[in-house]
């Protein structure tokens, strides 16, 4: 029986379940915060208990929140991969309150077959093919030596990535989006774009088309000084339309030396999907924007993200999943503050404190969105 088109939100405490269903496949964005009273054990065993109640795989995790706790955590931690290996990515996000960790997003999927991508028996990630596209997501990559060089790091991960690519027949001209959270980003991020760059350009990507991506100042459990995640599709057919977003009010992110899109547009003839990169209160020439000033920070960045999905027919009401960065946990009663007022304070945004990258900004805000089409 062919499951009819919909997408549904549920909201209950501590919990953001939105259920994207498109033919046989059901598809669940969730975002879990902690509840008051709630420790980091406790609160992790939730979320696991949550995720098995759906029947459905988890594809993706993530844990945003101190990883010291992560060595304390292991046994919820292993309740949310039991049976499905699905990779973990913490993240160091520092909290803004009492609650022991920022939040967890997983992403879960039914009603098609998983292949899991384990090489040397580490899991990495899960590939499918729903009959339109092949699919395949990568979480918690990193170099295997994490004694040499940031810059040598960022080298090994990359070059993995583009290893398990093409071990599933996949180019890096297929990469959508890159999650690429880097430990002390303020200290050697040009070093980073350098190595990036000339990696990107030996394959291929400054001629076809950069991926969406988040370039955050975080460090990971694992210790690296580069953590990636990573999806990449490739159509198989008409049916699905892959293309760059450009943003209306600032002008691509290769001028000042950063290489990625503004933001990726996956569509099929149902469905429209808008993965916008993290963005931050840049003017349009890529200078910086109200220094020391986090709520107009906070303004102008939600107006570059509003205008990229108001450009493609959405709205900030159909985002699915959305990560606040803040330099400074002050900055979050104005960012709450803006959600309240205009009625967004039910979308699930997680807020964690991250360097970005750089000192002068203060906010930055990465999205996903998805909406059916009229028809």
């Not at 960022?154 to 430990?183: G, M, P, S, Y």
């Not at 000339?198 to 394959?203: A, G």
């Not at 000084?225 to 990449?232: K, R």
């Not at 699930?348 to 998805?370: Q, W």
């Amino acid at each position: 029986m062919t499951i009819p088109l919909e997408i549904t939100r549920k909201n209950t405490d501590g919990c953001k379940d939105i259920l994207v269903q498109e033919s046989d496949r059901q598809e669940h964005h969730i975002t879990f915060a902690p509840l008051k009273g709630e420790n980091a054990q406790t609160f992790l065993e939730r979320c696991g208990n949550s995720i098995k109640q759906l029947g459905s795989y988890p594809i993706r995790i993530m844990v945003l929140g101190p990883v010291a706790y992560a060595s304390q955590c292991v046994d919820a931690l292993n309740r949310l991969t039991t049976e499905h290996n699905c990779p973990i990515t913490w993240i160091e996000g520092g909290t803004c309150g009492k609650e022991p960790l920022c939040g967890v997003y997983a992403q879960t999927i039914s009603g098609i077959a998983l292949k899991p991508v384990a090489p040397n028996g580490h899991p990495h990630g899960f590939y499918f093919d729903d009959g339109d596209s092949e699919n395949l997501f990568l979480g918690n990559l990193h170099a295997s030596n994490l004694s040499t060089k940031p810059e040598a790091q960022t080298e090994d991960t990359i070059q993995l990535v583009q290893k398990i690519l093409a071990e599933h027949n996949f180019q890096f001209t297929d990469v959508a989006r890159t999650w690429l959270f880097i430990d002390n980003i303020l200290d050697w991020y040009d070093g980073f774009n350098a190595v990036r760059n000339r990696l990107y350009q030996d394959y291929g990507l400054f001629d076809t088309r950069l991926p969406a991506s988040t370039g955050i100042g975080a460090a990971s459990h694992t210790g690296a000084a580069l953590t990636a995640d990573i999806y990449a599709i490739r159509p198989k057919n008409d049916s699905v339309r892959i293309q760059t977003v450009q943003s209306p009010l600032q002008k691509p992110a290769p001028r000042y030396g950063s290489a990625f899109s503004r933001a990726m547009e996956i569509s099929t003839p149902n469905i429209r999907r808008i993965i916008v990169s993290g963005t931050a209160s840049i003017a349009e020439e890529g200078d910086s924007m109200y220094r020391n000033d986090p709520q107009a920070q906070i303004l102008r960045t939600m107006d570059v993200i509003e205008a990229i999905l108001n450009s493609r027919g959405l709205q900030l009401s159909d985002t699915t999943r959305a990560i606040a960065y803040v330099k400074d946990p002050l900055t979050k009663p104005f960012f709450d503050s803006y959600c309240q007022e205009r009625g967004l304070d039910q979308l699930p945004f997680i807020t964690t404190c991250c360097d970005v990258c750089r000192d002068d900004l203060l906010f930055e805000v990465e999205v996903d969105a998805i909406a059916l089409l009229k028809k």
